[in-house]
C-alpha cells in the first residue's frame, strides 16, 4: 500500500467525523501524524488513537475538514518545515518547529525509562548512564529536554544508543534483543509492550531529566491567523469540557490519566491563545 493510498483511507474518515459541523469557513489542511502508540496507531486499515480522535473533535468544532497523512516521525517534521503539510500531531514543541508553526498545546506528556526487567530501576537517566550497561533504542525527530539529551548524548559516546525510524522499530529490536530499552511516554509504551508481548517483562518509571511537559498541535505560519483561531478555540473547548481526558479513557487506565492531569488544565488553558469571541 503507498502512502497515497494511505492518505486517502484516512481522507475518508476524518470528514465523517465532522458531518455535524458548521458550514466550512476555511480550506482542507493537511495533518501529519506518525507511530506514538496510543496517540496514532495502525488498527488494521485505519488510523486509530487519542490523538486522531482529537483531530477529528477539532475538525467538528471548528468547521475545518482535515486530512490525515501518515509518515515516519523524522518526515514528518521535514514535511512540515518545507510547507507541505499544515498541522501537525501530538507535538513537543522546540525553537526549530517554533520557526515554522504556531503551536497550541492541549494535553500532557511524561517520558519514562523503559526497560527490560533484568536491567532493573533507575531514578534518573544519569543513574543509568553511569551504573548500568544496557542498550537504548529511541525513535529520531522525538525532542527531548536538555537534561535528558545530555544523558542521551552519552549513551551515544559509549556505543550504547541508537536513533531508529519509529517505535515499532525501537520495540522490534527490544523484542529481538538487540537493545535493552527506550525513553517513551505511557501512551506510547503500553500499547508496544502489548503488541510485541513484553507486557509483564518490562518495567518503566520516571527518571529526574524528564518532567511532565505540554503537547500541543503545531499549525504552519502559512495558515491565516483566524483559521489557527478556529483550531485553538478548538482545543480550548476540547480541554475545558473535559473531552481530552474523556478520549484518553478510551486507551489508558484510570492511574495514568490521573498523574498526567493531577493539577487540572488550567495550565493548558492559559497556555492557548486568547479566544477571540
Known amino acids: 500500500m503507498t502512502s497515497r493510498l494511505f492518505t486517502v483511507l484516512l481522507a475518508c474518515w476524518l470528514p465523517l467525523a465532522g458531518a455535524q459541523a458548521a458550514p466550512l469557513a476555511c480550506a482542507p489542511a493537511r495533518v501529519g501524524v506518525s507511530d506514538l502508540g496510543y496517540s496514532s496507531y495502525w488498527d488494521g486499515k485505519a488510523v486509530r488513537g487519542s490523538n486522531v480522535d482529537v483531530l477529528a473533535e477539532v475538525q467538528k468544532r471548528s ?40 503551536w497550541l498545546p492541549y494535553t500532557y506528556t511524561h517520558f519514562e525509562l523503559v526497560l527490560t526487567k533484568k536491567v532493573g530501576h533507575f531514578r534518573s537517566l544519569a543513574e543509568f548512564v553511569d551504573h548500568s550497561t544496557a542498550r537504548l533504542n529511541v525513535a529520531r525527530g522525538v525532542f527531548y529536554s536538555p537534561q535528558a539529551q545530555a544523558q542521551l548524548d552519552r549513551l551515544q559516546q559509549q556505543g550504547r544508543l541508537e536513533y531508529v525510524n519509529d517505535y515499532n522499530v525501537v520495540f522490534h529490536k527490544i523484542r529481538a534483543g538487540r537493545a535493552e530499552g527506550t525513553l517513551a511516554p505511557a501512551t506510547i509504551h ?31 505560519l502559512k495558515v491565516p491567523p483566524q483559521v489557527r483561531q478556529r ?22 487506565d484510570a492511574d495514568t490519566i490521573h498523574r498526567l492531569f493531577d493539577d487540572g488544565t488550567q495550565a493548558l488553558l492559559d497556555a492557548l491563545p486568547p479566544s477571540d469571541h
Open 231 to 252: 483550531y485553538a478555540d478548538a482545543l480550548r473547548s476540547i480541554v475545558a469540557d473535559g473531552t481530552m481526558q474523556k478520549i484518553y479513557a478510551r486507551y489508558l
Open 63 to 102: 468547521g475545518c475538514v482535515l486530512t490525515l497523512q501518515w509518515y515516519p516521525r523524522g518526515r514528518l517534521y521535514a514535511m512540515f518545515s518545507n510547507n507541505d503539510l499544515e498541522l501537525t500531531g501530538a507535538a513537543l514543541r522546540s525553537v526549530e518547529r517554533d520557526r515554522h508553526g504556531v
Open 190 to 220: 503500553l500499547l508496544n509492550q502489548k503488541q510485541f508481548g513484553l507486557l509483564g517483562k518490562m518495567s518503566a518509571g520516571t527518571i529526574s531529566e524528564s518532567p511532565r511537559t505540554m503537547v500541543g498541535l503545531y499549525v504552519s
